[in-house]
Every structure is written in structure tokens, then in C-alpha cells.
């Protein structure tokens, strides 16, 4: 059974950076054809897609989001990163990993989830 | 970018009532579109993708229909723990959206 897991901190400055990492279980990050992917969640919203990337390291971003975000993908590890750059309230989230077993596939298994709180 | 609208944005039902949800998108999406089923505190969990296919382990009270831009799940005798928040998504481009969601509540 698959399973995904983030780590990374729970408060993070105005300004900053955030760091997140997706640990996967159970399962090889480079195998098949999943896609791994960021979603957000503010507090009381909806869902937003933040990106995707392949096993090979090719990323998809969502445009709204694009010009501060990395993602990352370390296959001796079997995980896979989030880098969010200037950071400001409008960020703060719950940050889920995910995969999706295909391109353009929708996402089968989902992390728990981390509350990220940006704030001074 | 694709906009993902859900109505109603909640609604109230008994168990053992039949729920529809729609989901319309703002452009066509053939049947690129999932439902997810998101209880607080938890992540989203796939209950139906390509518009109509039921996920590995999802009860078939649950059914979805539709394609191009008119999209609908609907619940069939809704159970105690069907009680939640729905969301569509596509996925037939790039930036993927969901919509904006529809809370299932106890009447």
C-alpha cells in the first residue's frame, strides 16, 4: 500500500521560504507512470493545485504560483520536495502530497496533510 | 485556465435521501473530470474519475455522469458517513482546478 507523508515546518515568516518534503512508502518513487504533485487547502477553502513532477524530474506548475515555486524530486530517497519563496498570509495552508498514477490523472493517494501558518 | 463551478455550494439531506451535485466547467473537458470526497481534517479521497468510473473500493451508491462541460455526482441512499465535502476536479489540462466544493450536512 502507497503511502505519502510531508514533513517540514509549521510556521514559517512573511518573506521567507518554505520548505516541504513528501516521503513515499511502499512503493518506488521512479515506477510506472505517477505523476507526484502539491496541493494546497487555506483554512475553510477549497483545493488548489500547486504542481507535479515526474520521477525524471520534469515539472508542471500552475501558472498563479509559478514564479515561486520548486519542485524537486530525489529518487535515492524516494521522496520529493516543495520550495514556496516569499511567503506572505495568503499562504497559509494545509499542504497535501499526492500521486497521480498518470499525466493528467487524477490523484489516488493523498498525504495527510501539514498545516503551514505564515506569520511573524 | 479551466473554472470549475459546483452547485449548490452545501446541502442538507436524511439518510437514506438521494444527493445530486453538479459541476460545470468553464470550457470543455471531455470526461477528464474527478470527485473527491475531503472529511474535516482529512485529505480528499478519489471516489469517481473519467467522469463516470467508480475508484477500487468506492460503494456503488455513488455515481457520476456527464461530459464537455456538465458534470454530476449524485448519492444514492446517502449513509451517516457520506456526510461531507465534495469536490470536482479536471484534469484534462494544465493548470488542473477543483472546484469550489459542496458540503453534504445532516438535516
Known amino acids: 500500500q502507497l503511502q505519502l507523508q510531508e514533513s517540514g515546518p509549521g510556521l514559517v515568516k512573511p518573506s521567507e521560504t518554505l520548505s516541504l518534503i513528501c516521503i513515499v512508502s511502499?512503493?518506488?518513487?521512479?515506477?510506472?507512470?505517477?505523476?507526484w504533485g502539491w496541493i494546497r487547502q487555506p483554512p475553510g477553502r477549497g483545493l488548489e493545485w500547486i504542481g507535479n513532477i515526474y520521477h525524471s524530474g520534469s515539472t508542471y506548475y500552475n501558472t498563479s504560483l509559478q514564479s515561486r515555486v520548486t519542485i524537486s524530486v530525489d529518487t535515492s530517497k524516494n521522496q520529493f520536495s516543495l520550495k514556496l519563496s516569499s511567503l506572505t498570509a495568503a499562504d497559509t495552508a494545509v499542504y497535501y502530497c499526492?500521486?497521480?498514477?498518470?499525466?493528467?490523472?487524477?490523484?489516488?493517494?493523498w498525504g495527510q496533510g501539514t498545516l503551514v501558518t505564515v506569520s511573524s | 485556465d479551466i473554472q470549475m463551478t459546483q452547485s449548490p455550494p452545501s446541502v442538507s439531506a436524511s439518510v437514506g435521501d438521494r444527493v445530486t451535485i453538479t459541476c460545470r466547467a468553464s470550457q470543455g473537458v471531455s470526461n477528464w473530470l474527478a470527485w473527491y470526497q475531503q472529511k474535516p481534517g482529512k485529505a480528499p479521497q478519489l471516489l469517481i474519475y473519467?467522469?463516470?468510473t467508480l475508484q477500487s473500493g468506492v460503494p456503488s451508491r455513488f455515481s457520476g455522469s456527464g461530459s464537455g462541460t456538465d458534470f454530476t455526482l449524485t448519492i444514492s441512499n446517502l449513509q451517516p458517513e457520506d456526510f461531507a465535502t465534495y469536490y470536482c476536479q479536471q484534469t484534462n489540462s494544465l493548470p488542473l482546478t477543483f472546484g469550489g466544493g459542496t458540503k453534504v450536512e445532516i438535516k
Open positions: 473519467t467522469a463516470s
Open positions: 499526492a500521486r497521480a498514477w498518470g499525466w493528467l490523472r487524477p490523484y489516488d493517494y
Open positions: 511502499g512503493g518506488s518513487i521512479s515506477s510506472g507512470t505517477s505523476y
